[in-house]
């Protein structure tokens, strides 16, 4: 078990390393030269090798990339002398344009993705294991049908199509909910609350059609394992089976994908937060595509990888904690 | 996947579950049979006529356009209200006989116009991201797990890390980083850079236990070469996998161009495409809807079309793979 949990560490940490690696490359070698974007206007090419050679963006590829590495873990500063800007320990790059280190500006807007992500994902979840086990219990019969149907249509309306019927419906045609308005939680907690609703609505709909499908589909097959006719045939009642036999093993893979999903909101979601005028990482990443800011950027990329990335893991041992039929998998 | 979404948001058309990686390869399903329980599903009848009738406008575009009377990138002041801030004259947005599907607010360009021609861009995107993932993913695939041993593991560690990537936010980083000439290959090679793995992994699969089969070990014994046995003996099998995971990529290659057009890193204006049309249309939502709605319409319908379609053809091409 040891070393199982130290292979899975050992190669997240790759994989980090080379996400890393990649994100660097991709902002290292297409990204327009930050020294031009600082001295603006009316600059000579003196002043411009000078800002690089004090960003250090001079260097060789491998020292740069070395300097932002441990930046991560051990912070560093741009520039050098009086005029040099202090970046504290994880620093995931500098916004010239904002004048603000990445982190500060992500942990900033932290809190509002944190309560997007985690309102969405509980009525996500709540509602595709809900759907999906009333369409194994019926399965082939109307409300079966009736589900397949609606998990297809959630499947395929694009979440700013949704993020805008929605709002013209609810709020310009029905009047039911206010016109978002950015209030803290302690001013006007109904404010704050059916701004939150919409986005948690719109990104519930897309994930919870596809958490239907894969709880029906599991419970089908869990249901046909030779255990559950063992089970069956011993004479247990339905509701035992189902509950001790049927559903454990047919709802962990979903922990699985549900770990994953829930990191990568976490990173933001650029689509919904941008169309609801949500200030969170998600807005802040689309806004920073316009201005052209790299910085932050690479940040929100970086850091959207590595929640994915560690949020995988987690979720993988968990689950070979829960079923032990995986470890045994992973060895063979 | 997913702009998955990893699939952050615009992935998650993509989603559901997928043909099982290494589940028994069906018998080759008669064609005619296949055809005829085809015909006799009206949901997938109606979702191939609506993409039909898609691609047939997005080939007959500037037909059409000569019909209807405005180019895409035409500006009519005379069709949007200059004291109103430039809201489109007459009810839902303007539509009427002049223009079919009404104007854009502020500098009155021709809805209709635009969602023919955006249905071009759209279009042709997905159907060449598709193509280009398909080939890869089903080379790679097929070497992976036809060769076995290290190649195999070079392949897989290389599709296992592009999976654990947030493939949204890397688009959007890469797309965001490169200049915008040439806009519409770029997207076309960084979703199918992204892409690949998903088919791989089933080809992959799928080829190992073909591989152990009587008719390979057949063909091994009678001296046909690697390159024979890859692809007269277990490409064909691995046709109607290969046709349902296309038909379930496309919708998904159609929001991500989208979903990309609309966070301003796709198609780059004044060349229409759907989701950029509608992320044009945000701050006008309250005012104008039909704006978002006819784009958003379109588009809705076209991921829907593909999506059932591909459910429709994995249950008929044989409920061993579903």
């Not at chain 1, 047919?250 to 770990?259: K, Y």
């Not at chain 1, 976490?266 to 941008?274: D, F, S």
């Not at chain 2, 009519?76 to 223009?99: R, S």
């Amino acid at each position: 078990m040891i070393r199982f949990v130290a292979n899975r560490v050992l190669g997240m940490l790759i994989v980090l390393f080379l996400v890393c690696l990649f994100t660097f490359v991709i902002f290292f070698a297409l990204s327009p030269d930050p020294a031009v974007q600082i001295c603006g206007k009316n600059c000579t090419p003196e002043a411009i090798d000078q800002i690089r050679a004090n960003l250090g963006v001079d260097q060789p590829f491998w020292t740069q990339f070395g300097t932002f590495l441990s930046g991560l873990f051990a912070g560093r500063a741009y520039g050098t002398g009086p005029n040099a800007i202090d970046c504290a320990a994880p620093c995931l790059g500098y916004s010239f344009q904002s004048s603000q280190a990445v982190t500060d500006m992500i942990v900033q807007r932290l809190p509002v993705s944190a309560t997007v992500a985690i309102g969405a994902a509980v009525l996500w979840l709540l509602a595709g294991v809900a759907g999906g086990l009333l369409s194994a219990v019926r399965e082939g019969r109307f409300a079966d049908r009736f589900i397949a149907g609606l998990t297809l249509t959630g499947m395929s309306i694009p979440n700013y199509v949704l993020a805008l019927s929605l709002q013209f419906l609810l709020v310009v045609t029905l009047g039911w909910l206010p016109f978002p308005q950015a209030v803290p939680f302690s001013e006007d907690p109904l404010q704050w609350f059916q701004n939150f609703l919409m986005p948690w609505i719109v990104l519930a709909i897309g994930m919870a059609a596809v958490y239907t499908r894969l709880t029906r589909a599991n419970v089908i097959e869990t249901l046909q394992e030779n255990y559950v006719r063992t089970a069956r045939a011993k004479g247990l009642s339905p509701g035992l089976v189902w509950r001790r036999h049927a559903l454990r093993p047919a709802l962990t893979p979903i922990v699985t994908i549900f770990g994953m999903d829930f990191a990568g909101l976490l990173g933001g979601a650029l689509i919904t937060e941008t169309v609801f005028g949500l200030n969170g990482i998600g807005k802040m990443a689309a806004d920073s595509i316009t201005k052209n800011d790299q910085p932050v950027i690479m940040g929100v990329t970086l850091l959207a990888a590595f929640l994915v990335v560690v949020g995988n893991m987690v979720v993988d041992l968990l689950y070979t904690a829960i079923d032990p039929r995986v470890r045994v998998g992973s060895s063979a | 996947m997913t702009f998955t979404p990893t699939e952050l948001e615009v992935e998650g058309a993509a989603g559901g579950e997928v043909v099982r990686e290494g589940a028994p390869v069906p018998p080759p399903a008669s064609g005619r049979r296949v055809a005829r329980a085809f015909l006799r599903d009206r949901a997938a009848v109606a979702c191939s006529v609506y993409i039909v009738l898609i691609v047939l406008m997005a080939v007959a575009a500037p037909l059409l356009v000569k019909i209807s009377g405005y180019g895409p990138l035409e500006f009519d002041q005379d069709a949007v209200d200059p004291n109103l801030g430039g809201i489109p004259l007459g009810a839902a947005g303007g539509m009427g006989a002049d223009h079919w599907f009404g104007v854009e607010p502020g500098n009155g360009r021709d809805i209709f116009a635009r969602i023919v021609y955006g249905a071009r861009v759209s279009m042709l995107i997905a159907i060449s991201a598709t193509l280009l993932t398909t080939a890869l993913g089903v080379v790679f695939g097929l070497i992976a797990g036809y060769f076995g041993g290290r190649v195999d593991m070079v392949i897989s560690r290389v599709m296992e890390f592009l999976m654990a990537f947030p493939a949204l936010i890397f688009m959007i980083a890469v797309l965001s980083a490169l200049p915008a000439e040439n806009r519409q290959i770029l997207l076309v090679l960084v979703i199918s850079f992204f892409g690949w793995p998903y088919l791989a992994r089933i080809v992959r699969g799928q080829t190992m236990s073909l591989k152990e089969r009587e008719f390979v070990e057949a063909a091994k014994a009678s001296g046909a070469t690697s390159a024979q046995i890859i692809f007269k003996e277990i490409l064909p099998n691995l046709a109607s996998t290969i046709i349902v995971m296309t038909t379930l990529a496309v919708p998904g290659y159609v929001g991500t161009e989208a979903g990309l057009s609309f966070l301003g890193v796709g198609v780059v204006p004044p060349t229409p495409s759907w989701g950029q049309m509608i992320a044009s249309s945000v701050p006008w939502y309250a005012v104008d809807p039909a704006y978002f709605l006819i784009p958003g319409a379109f588009l809705f319908l076209l991921v829907l079309s593909f999506t059932v379609l591909g459910d429709r053809i994995r249950k008929l091409l044989g409920e061993g793979t579903a």
